[in-house]
């Protein structure tokens, strides 16, 4: 029976999964807080060798004998923050231990309570639990201990990516360092031992190998004053604590592992759902075709900026078994960028759509059409400022048309004004993918630059798409971007949100000027893009207008009418 078996109770970790634990020991030093790390013992084919971490390892079959021993915390409590009905207080206890053999720090008081100082015999039992010929309840009973689990707390859940060769689950635990211990390396799994606080270890200066996880965590730790704010912070953390777990990808450099918040995740997931090919690119490689599924093609321009991120997306969507094909948003007219779409086309291009008329989207149109021998659907600008005025569409697409690919290939135009006044979005209906163009970015928020954009009808739009029945949104900038509706709802709160700020500001002084209110609205953006937030806040301002909530009285001046 394994030890996963014998302590976990109602959880069982994946096939092939180590249950394991680690704990993150905390002090306050002179230049704030500081975490205890520890440097592996350089192993041959060893991937953790040499790597930078905290504390812990694997749970073994005695770690469950040490529950009777524990004062501070329960099973149930623990579970529960890990949305488990028992079992978690193993892993507490497993990353105790470690602790203790790799550190010689024990999170122990004694029978009346008092922090615990190491004795005569510990450093003996430390080296029997090290050797594995005694347990951690047999050390606290010889020793007349308590594991002292008072100021313990829960701190994340991470499973190693799937092709690591061994992969652990492990719970990570957060507590303040015994204050009368001193941590020795045990020079076997440890080979140094540092306190620093976590910008330090994070200093790419140091050369530390350090592991997605370690990285990520010492960026949370990082925003802490002290031990009392980092413990106080673990303690409010919603329960059930979320399981990260990272992918294996690739950059131009080779392998690399990301997070779920890296911008590539959701497309590395979806291109490599086992997570055992690793050869999902992180980066938007321009003239590099990607393919996204049977029916899509990406090509990214090389037109990276301010403006358009990594560059612009093209896109070829069909049906390989019909053999008839069309390209969203040909880019900019750059040569480079046409020979990139054709040596990628995946088979006769008949249509060429332009999501909208901005120079970074529609330019090349006229010459992908002409290559390919297709037509061009598009609407035209309605306004002059940015637009790609050269744009010839050979017919302009109404809302709910739909453009049959083949029997099993369907896409629909769907208008959504806002960034632009002729933005079309148009709809894979068999794959549920949304081509947004930039009406939903990726990362960021869209400029909403009157007068051709409206901040009304952007808001409109975007409530518009909640009812369609969406999985994936392909936009004009950027990577698969999952969970739509989650994406457009936080969308429309952040704009909510600055409205609510417009307004905070402009009630408050009665009448103001854009330059007035432009530093209170946009406190949190920097500075060198104040340009074009004075762009979005006037379009706020003309949205709070067409509300009767605000008056333009001319030369940049705006009065409040009320609610």
Known sequence: MTAASILLGDYTPPPGVRPSASLLLLRDGQAGLEVLLLRRAERARDWLSGAVVFPGGVLEAGDGEAARCVVGASDADLSARYGLARGMLAYALAAVRESFEELGLLLACDEAGRPASPGAHWASWRARLQAREATLAQ??????????????????????????????????????????????????????????????????????????????????????????????????????????????????????????????????????????????????????????????????????????????????????????????????????????????????????????????????????????????????????????????????????????????????????????????????????????????????????????????AYLRSLQGLLDEDLQWLAPGHGFLVAEPHAVLRALIAHRLRREARVVAALSARGEASLDELLPEVYADTPEHLFPVARRSLLAHLLKLQEDARALDLGGDRWRWLGA
């Open 139 to 456: 050390a606290c009973a010889a020793l007349a201990l308590r594991l002292d689990l008072r100021r313990l707390h829960a701190w994340s859940h991470w499973l190693t990516p799937p092709g690591t060769p061994t992969r652990f689950d492990t719970r990570f635990f957060v507590a303040a360092a015994p204050p009368a211990q001193l941590a020795q390396a045990d020079e076997g799994e440890a080979l140094e031992l540092m306190w620093l606080p976590p910008a330090q270890a994070l200093d790419a200066a140091r050369g530390y190998k350090l592991f997605p996880v370690t990285r990520r965590t010492l960026q949370e730790l990082s925003a802490f004053a002290d031990v009392e704010a980092a413990l106080a912070a673990a303690a409010a953390r919603p329960a059930p604590l979320p399981r990260v777990m990272p992918r294996h990808a690739r950059t131009r450099k080779g392998p690399t592992i990301i997070v779920p918040d890296h911008l590539a995740f959701a497309e590395v997931c979806k291109l490599d759902p086992e997570g055992l090919a690793h050869d999902v690119m992180t980066e938007l490689v321009a003239g590099q075709a990607v393919r996204l599924s049977p029916r899509v093609i990406r090509v990214t321009a090389p037109n990276p900026g301010v403006m358009t991120g990594p560059g612009t997306n093209s896109y070829f969507v069909g049906d390989p078994q019909a053999d008839r094909w069309a390209l969203i948003d040909p880019g900019p007219a750059d040569a480079a960028h046409l020979a990139a779409l054709q040596a990628a086309a995946p088979g006769p291009v008949r249509w060429v759509l332009a999501t909208h008329t901005h120079r970074d989207h529609s330019p090349g149109a006229a010459a992908a059409a002409a290559a390919f021998g297709a037509v061009v659907l598009g609407r035209r600008p309605a306004h002059a400022k940015g637009q790609d005025l050269d744009f010839a569409p050979t017919r302009e697409p109404v809302d709910g048309e739909c453009l049959m690919l083949s029997q099993g290939s369907t896409l629909r135009a769907i208008h959504t004004p806002g960034h632009a006044s002729n933005h079309l979005c148009w709809l894979l209906e068999q794959e549920k993918l949304l081509f947004t163009g930039d009406h939903v970015m990726q990362g960021s928020t869209v400029v909403i630059d009157p007068p051709d954009g409206d901040m009304g």
